[in-house]
C-alpha cells in the first residue's frame, strides 16, 4: 500500500494507541500489508502516529519553497509615498500636511489606518507606524506555489529558500546575488567578509586571523551543503527504492529553515527522545515569550490574567524543542523535574520570589497528536497544576490555588479533581468537530459550536495520565479564562492555512464567550522570525490575507498547480470564515477585498471555474 499524506485516514481509525490487537481497525485494515507514506518532511509529530498504529515507513517529501511576500499594487504605491515622507523632512509645513493627507487616503483605503482625526506635518508618529506595518508585510515569508514530489525547486526559489535559512539559522541576511553565489560557488570576498562579520557579532569577536575564519568559513559549509540539497531531489528514486522492499535511510522531521538536517528528502522521518522535552533552551525562551504576551495583554489596558486558555499541539513542540510546553509551565511558576539521569520525571514548583508575578491559571487543551506522541509531558503539565492548586500560599499570589479552592467549596470535590487542567479528546478521538461544521455549514447557532467543542474536549487528564469526562468542570474554568492563545511556528502553514487552528483556538474561543458572555482576547505567538511577535488574532488574520490571498505573487504561485491551486485559496477562504464564527474577530474589509480579487472580477471567476468548478462554488458561497 502506498499512502499519498499528509496524511490519510488508516492510523486514525478506533483502537489502542499500543499494543494493537486484532480488535483495532488500523491493524484490522493494513493486515500484514507493508505501508509505504510519502510524508511531508515539517511534520514529524503525526508522520510517528502513521509508523506506531499503521506500521508505515515514510518517504519524506519538501515542503514548499518560501519566499518574501514583498508589495504589490495599492501597497506599494502607499510605500512610495511613505518613502517620499521621509526623504522631504525639510519641505514646507504645507507641502507636509498635503503629502500627510495622500497618505492618509492610501491607508485607509488599504484598511491600514483611519480617516479621522486628519493627518499633517506633525504626524511623524503616524507614518511611522504605517511605515513599520508596510515593511512587515513586505518581510514576512509565505510559501511559493506547491511542492511536486520529484523536482528540485526552480533556481530563483532555491535562492530564496537559502535567504530565508540563512537569516533563521545564521541571523544573515543575503541578498538575492548573494544567494546565488553561494549557489554557483562563486563567492565573492564581500560576501566572505559580511560572513565574517556576522560571525564576530554572535560572540566570536575575540577571535583572529585563521581562528576567525573558521566560523564564516563553516557557515558558508553548511550554506553551500544546503544548497546542493535542494537542487537534488531524490524522493521518486526513494519511492521506487522503498517499494523494492529495499533499506530507506532515517533522517529527522522539522522545518527546513531550523533543521536543515531534513535534506535531502526521500527518507524515512524518525522521532525524538522524550525525556529531554523541553530542552532547557525552551524553558529559557519559554519564559521569555510568556512575558512578551503578559506584555502584549497588558499594552490593550488589561490587568494582569487570572487565567489563560493555551492550546497545544504535538508538532509545535515536536519542532522547537517544547518551547509552548514550556510557556505553560512558566504561566504555572513550574519547571521540568528530572532524576539522576537528567530525564524528565515530573514538574516542581519555583518558589513565587523566583517566578517574580502570581502564578497564573492555564487551562490546557492538547490536540489528540500531543496526548498520543507525549504522555509524559502531559502528566508533567497535570502534576504542575495540582501543585500550584495544593501550595500553601496566598490566593492573590496563585490564582490556580484560588479558582481550585472555589470549584471545591462549590462542588464539595477532592483537591485532585479541582486542580484538573490538562483536557483533550477521550482516548482514540481526534478533534474538536467545529472545523467539520464549519465546512459543511451545518450549524445553526454559535452554542452549537460551543456544545461540541465542549463535548469533544471535555476530558480531563490527571497527573497519573488517566482520563475521564469533566465537562462541568471544564465550563466552570473557561468561565474564569480571560485570553486564550496559541503559538503559531511554521513559514509553511499560517492560521487560514488549516482549519485545525480555528478547530482548537477558535473551538476554545467560543466555549469561553459561551461561559463567560463575554468575548475576550485571542492571541497569536508567532515564532517563525526571529525573536517572535505577539499579535491579536485579528492582525494575525489581517496579515496572512494581505501577504497570502490578496497577493498576486501567492495566488498565481498556487494557480500554476490548477485545480489544486484553487482548493487551496478555497481552504484559506474557508478557514477565514471559520475565524469569523467562532471568534467574530476577523474584520469586513478582509471578506470585501476577497470578494473583489475572486468574486467580482469577472476574469479571475472564470478562470478559478474552469480549473476547479467544485471550489470556485464554494468560494462564491462562502
Known sequence: VLHFGTHAALEFMPGKQVGKTAECWPLRLIGDLPNYYLYAANNPSEGLIAKRRSGATLVSYLTPPVTRAELYQGLQELNDSVNRWRSQQD?????????????QTQGEALDLCTAEPVWTHACEAEVETLRRDLLELEETLIPYGLHVVGEAPQRPERADMLAAIAAASHGIELSAEQSLEIIDDTVSDALRAQLQAADSAVGNDTLEGAEADTGAQKTLEHLRETAIALGNNRELDALIHALDGRFVAPAPGGDLLRTTDILPTGRNLHGFDPFRLPSLFAMRDGRRQTQALLDRHSQGGNDLPQSIALVLWGSDNMKNEGGPIAQALALLGAEPRVDGYGRISGARLLPLEEVGRPRIDVVITLSGIFRDLLPLQTRMLAEAALLAASADEPTEMNFVRKHALAYQAEHGCDMETA???VFSNAEGAYGS???LLVDNSRWED???????YQNRKCFAYGADGKAAAQADLLGSMLSDVQMA???????????????????????????????????????????????GKVRTLSEQVALETRTRVLNPKWYESVLEHGFEGVRQIESHVTNT?????TTGQVAPWVYQKMSETFILDETMRERLASLNPHSAVKVVHR
Open 446 to 452: 454559535e452554542s452549537e459550536l460551543a456544545d461540541t
Open 433 to 435: 468537530n467545529v472545523n
Open 577 to 581: 470564515m471559520g475565524w469569523s464564527a
Open 485 to 531: 492563545y496559541q503559538n503559531l511556528d511554521s513559514v509553511e502553514v499560517g492560521i487560514t492555512s488549516l482549519d485545525q487552528y480555528f478547530d482548537t483556538l477558535g473551538g476554545i474561543s467560543r466555549a469561553v464567550k459561551r461561559a463567560r458572555g463575554e468575548d475576550v482576547p485571542v492571541y497569536i505567538s508567532d515564532q517563525t522570525t526571529g525573536s
Open 419 to 421: 486542580a484538573l487542567r
Open 91 to 103: 519641505e514646507a509645513p504645507e507641502v507636509r500636511d498635503e503629502l500627510a493627507a495622500l497618505i
